[in-house]
């Protein structure tokens, strides 16, 4: 079965430091992988997403993420953060079918210290 | 821009009221799901639809069921509302193999 795991529950860093949130996930093909973030008290706004092709990915907000087939992971990253980046972030992987289901994982909360 | 709106940012009910959460998008997609999050619990699926009149349960459908009479528009109902569906609930659609697009969300309070 598919499952996606974020190893780390809670990360705080300092506003200018680079970050790295982890993703690792277990799927039998190709995944469809997908980064979203959550502001306090808001929806779900996707980051970035990985279907095929390049396997470093650009998303909003100065994100990216790198496919590693090989370590079945899809970590976030991001050179310099930025207190407006404290929120939590979901990693997600698609189902495998056409209905669009995903597995998420249990959220990363970034903490951004001043 | 897609937009997912859900008809409600809080709501509070009392236990045993039927309650009824609204969401409606307007990208013809032709799925929706509905999602409770809880702190530490993540994001869990409760139902989703794949097509109009057409539904399947997701990881906790107990104590929900949904409906969805127009391709815009998916409910979700609580039958007779209790303390432990006092969470935040999201609504997202997608068209098929796609990213989610979700919804504010609407966060029950059950008295």
């Known amino acids: 079965a598919q499952s996606v795991t974020q190893p780390d529950i809670h990360i705080t860093v300092s506003e200018g430091a680079s970050l790295e949130l982890r993703c690792n996930y277990s799927y039998g093909a190709t995944p469809y992988l997908f980064w979203y973030v959550q502001s306090p008290g808001q929806g779900l706004q996707l980051l970035l997403k990985?279907?095929?092709?390049?396997?470093l990915v650009q998303g909003i907000k100065g994100f990216e993420a790198e496919f590693k087939r090989s370590q079945s992971s899809f970590n976030l990253r991001k050179p310099s953060v930025h207190w407006s980046d404290a929120a939590e972030y979901f990693c997600?992987?698609?189902?495998?079918?056409?209905?669009?289901?995903?597995?998420f994982g249990q959220g990363t909360t970034l903490q951004v210290k001043p | 821009d897609v937009k997912v709106t859900q008809s409600s940012r809080y709501l509070v009910k009392r236990t045993g009221e039927k309650v009824f959460l609204e969401c409606v998008q307007d990208?013809?997609?032709?799925?929706m799901f509905w999602y409770r999050q809880d702190p530490g619990l993540g994001l869990r699926l409760i139902y989703f639809s794949y097509d109009v009149k057409m539904k399947e349960k997701g990881d906790i459908p107990e104590g929900y069921s949904v409906s969805r009479e127009k391709k815009e528009r998916f409910s979700l109902i609580l039958e007779s509302a209790s303390t432990n569906q006092t969470s935040m609930y999201l609504c997202?659609?997608?068209?098929?193999?796609?990213?989610?697009?979700f919804g504010p969300g609407t966060r029950l309070t059950v008295l």
């Open positions: 997600a992987v698609g189902a495998g079918s056409n209905t669009g289901k995903l597995i």
């Open positions: 997202a659609s997608s068209p098929q193999r796609n990213e989610q697009f």
């Open positions: 990208m013809d997609h032709e799925n």
């Open positions: 990985y279907f095929s092709g390049d396997t």
